[in-house]
């Protein structure tokens, strides 16, 4: 790949430009999979851009190099045949000239595609046979064979379709996630109680499904609604549309950092190669531009 950036920023290295497209998958994965997308790079060097925090991907490149990092820490190669787990800070990636090919997952989608716990490949970037077995091989050299966008989405729902699996606790997973869309549930024993569950026992119901801990789920949920209404507002306004979990601008402005690495001004200040592309056709496509804040589909029985 090209040369690493010093510092985290995004841009190209070397005048590379990305796209980035989405599609919806076969009604009968809509319960478990948010959408497919690609992100198409073209030119020479690597783009960088800021991955928000997010539910957990398989991501497949089939032609490229891509690494990550995560605010100030090493920079790792993304495997070709791969996935990222649940998420809680931003993720920083560049990608050379080539197709990534990716899934979003909803919550309800991880018990119906996978039988490890989540809390396993939560901030980690990994194979995605780890995930799925070896079908995640097949699907990569199905993939690599596709001729067109229509041939990949294709292949992309009849291998999901072919490994879904019903699962009882999916329905309940939908169910905590549709819970945790609510501006209103603001603390652990207010989710827990919606859900019908014991703290202790939403502990570890979240850990294994989500990924996270509930306080951390929620802390990241709050964030995330911030973050979306003030890349919505007029600029100079952001400041009017803190969440009212917020106690003050400082303490929002502490939160941001935390989650994205730099200050508010910053972040909405800086180039995004492709994240704002994929924000406003995502926006288009499903209502939510951000994947964590996309609520949860019907699960099929």
């Given at each position: 790949?090209?040369?690493?950036?010093?510092?985290?920023?995004?841009?190209?290295?070397?005048?590379?430009?990305?796209?980035?497209?989405?599609?919806?998958?076969?009604?009968?994965?809509?319960?478990a999979v948010t959408t497919?997308?690609?992100?198409?790079?073209?030119?020479?060097?690597?783009?960088?851009?800021?991955?928000?925090?997010?539910?957990?991907?398989?991501?497949?490149?089939?032609?490229?190099?891509?690494?990550?990092?995560?605010?100030?820490?090493?920079?790792?190669?993304?495997?070709?045949?791969?996935?990222?787990?649940?998420?809680?800070?931003?993720?920083?990636?560049?990608?050379?000239?080539?197709?990534?090919?990716?899934?979003?997952?909803?919550?309800?989608?991880?018990?119906?595609?996978?039988?490890?716990?989540?809390?396993?490949?939560?901030?980690?970037?990994?194979?995605?046979?780890?995930?799925?077995?070896?079908?995640?091989?097949?699907?990569?050299?199905?993939?690599?064979?596709?001729?067109?966008?229509?041939?990949?989405?294709?292949?992309?729902?009849?291998?999901?379709?072919?490994?879904?699996?019903?699962?009882?606790?999916?329905?309940?997973?939908?169910?905590?996630?549709?819970?945790?869309?609510?501006?209103?549930?603001?603390?652990?024993?207010?989710?827990?109680?919606?859900?019908?569950?014991?703290?202790?026992q939403l502990e570890r119901?979240?850990?294994?499904?989500?990924?996270?801990?509930?306080?951390?789920?929620?802390?990241?949920?709050?964030?995330?609604?911030?973050?979306?209404?003030?890349?919505?507002?007029?600029?100079?306004?952001?400041?009017?549309?803190?969440?009212?979990?917020?106690?003050?601008?400082?303490?929002?402005?502490?939160?941001?950092?935390?989650?994205?690495?730099?200050?508010?001004?910053?972040?909405?200040?800086?180039?995004?190669?492709?994240?704002?592309?994929?924000?406003?056709?995502?926006?288009?496509?499903?209502?939510?531009?951000?994947?964590?804040?996309?609520?949860?589909?019907?699960?099929?029985?």
């Open positions: 790949m090209a040369t690493k950036l010093d510092h985290d920023h995004a841009g190209s290295d070397g005048g590379a430009t990305a796209s980035v497209t989405y599609h919806l998958p076969a009604p009968a994965l809509r319960g497919y997308y690609q992100v198409k790079v073209t030119g020479a060097g690597t783009v960088w851009d800021q991955i928000f925090p997010e539910w957990p991907n398989f991501r497949l490149i089939l032609d490229g190099d891509w690494e990550a990092h995560f605010p100030g820490e090493p920079h790792q190669p993304v495997p070709a045949i791969g996935m990222s787990g649940a998420l809680e800070k931003a993720l920083w990636a560049g990608g050379s000239a080539g197709v990534m090919v990716g899934v979003g997952l909803m919550p309800a989608g991880w018990p119906q595609l996978s039988a490890c716990p989540a809390d396993r490949f939560t901030n980690r970037l990994a194979p995605l046979s780890e995930v799925i077995g070896p079908v995640a091989d097949e699907l990569y050299r199905r993939l690599r064979q596709a001729d067109g966008d229509a041939a990949i989405y294709a292949v992309l729902d009849d291998v999901l379709l072919s490994i879904l699996t019903e699962r009882p606790e999916a329905a309940t997973v939908a169910a905590a996630h549709g819970a945790l869309q609510d501006p209103q549930v603001q603390t652990v024993a207010d989710w827990a109680e919606i859900v019908g569950l014991s703290s202790r119901f979240s850990n294994r499904y989500f990924g996270m801990s509930p306080k951390r789920l929620l802390r990241r949920q709050r964030l995330l609604r911030t973050l979306a209404a003030m890349r919505e507002a007029p600029e100079g306004t952001w400041t009017q549309f803190l969440d009212a979990q917020f106690t003050d601008q400082a303490h929002f402005i502490h939160e941001f950092n935390y989650y994205m690495g730099l200050s508010p001004g910053a972040y909405l200040a800086r180039e995004q190669p492709f994240m704002a592309e994929a924000w406003t056709r995502r926006k288009a496509l499903m209502g939510s531009p951000v994947q964590v804040l996309q609520p949860p589909g019907r699960v099929e029985s």
